[in-house]
């Protein structure tokens, strides 16, 4: 097979991005960095690799998997393609900026998966993200999600919803066991796919480590999602261990603020639901909507929550709360935008013609020149008006020979 025949193709899940949908994903990423700017978050630009224990330092060892690893030819040191930027970010505020007060941050660039995350996923997602620092209360929970879900609304994504968990209440379920890291995973995925002989299992092996009341709590929580119903449900399940009363109580008071707030978002609650569950040290969230494309209804698009150890390794234990997603998993759900009106051009020298070409731009109109032997091609532009000369002046008027 000749080398030229294959040179074309693209790793797997890895995919070029054409014209339309690159404008489109750069309108969302103005769109995101601007609407984290009117809350007062700073844009930073974090390297797309870095030395492989800073990337991965305490971020455990799914981050471990999902991430490319090159050795460096200068140092000789392993390095990492960032499979997440949440951890770059924590080290920018730990060592770089090092502020006492509140930071808030935001970024959007490029991650590199090893395996997409999800059936047809890239792997290669941008990632838009904002975080902030610094203050341990619920406010920074809420102002997280309120941001996301702005952002996602003026996207034009509809039927906005927000499901909440809590990590801690499996947490306080499995205070004092001696559970292995594997033995915990385990759990977590029983928990996360709702498998209930699994869960059994796993507990009942755990007899000598767990109570009975830890193993029913935790077969329990496979039952508790829907509405606020839920959290009333839990409150009486869980009356005898205050850690998760109290989460329960921060659910409650987030899903009260988000519904107040937020126009239009639906608030639900799935208890056994920690994804990331070494990731995050809080309440978690994530947010789902509706695209205008067919079969594009209740995309996971958000991912979010509180991570107060993300900072410890960098020598900063600071409270943080954030989230993220892929403006390349967002588009696909939206409606692609049609193409922007633009104005034909005749290709020339002469200065009233540069002048007025230039006038036009200059002012935000987009002007196609129709390059000398090209006159008769289809415009790939959405041209509906074009530049002429009338009376020896060059004025634009509407194009008169667009098809229809």
Known sequence: MPAWSSSWQLPDQIADVLPSEARHIEELR???????RSYGYELVMPPLLEHLESLLTGTGEALDLQTFKLVDQL???????RADTTPQ??????????????????????????????PHATREPLQFGAEIYGHAGLEADLEAQLLALEGLSAAGVTKLSVDMADVRIVSSLLAGAKVSASMLARIHAALASKDASELASLTTSLNGE?????????????QFYGDEKVLLEAEKAFKALPEAL????????????????????????????????????????AIYGRGQRDGAQGAELVRGGRYDEVGAVFGRNRPAAGFSLDLKELVSVLTPKPLRPAIRAPWGEEAGLR???????????????VLPGHEHEVDEFDCDRELASVAGQWQVQPLGNKPA
């Open 355 to 369: 002048s007025a070409i230039a006038a036009l731009r200059a002012g935000g109109e987009t002007v196609a020149c």
């Open 246 to 285: 109290k989460a329960l109580q921060n659910l409650k008071w987030l899903a009260t603020h988000v519904r107040s707030l937020a126009n239009n978002v639906s608030i639900g609650f799935d208890l056994a639901d920690l994804r990331g569950y070494a990731y995050y040290s809080g309440t978690r969230f």
């Open 30 to 36: 103005r769109l995101f960095l601007d609407t984290a």
């Open 89 to 118: 970010v924590a080290r920018i505020d730990a060592h770089l900026l090092n502020r006492q007060g509140v930071a808030r941050l935001c970024y959007c660039g490029p991650v590199l998966h090893t395996r997409a995350d999800r």
């Open 75 to 81: 140092s000789g040191r392993t390095l990492g393609l």
């Open 210 to 222: 767990l109570p009975a009341a830890a193993r029913q709590g935790l077969l329990a929580l496979l």
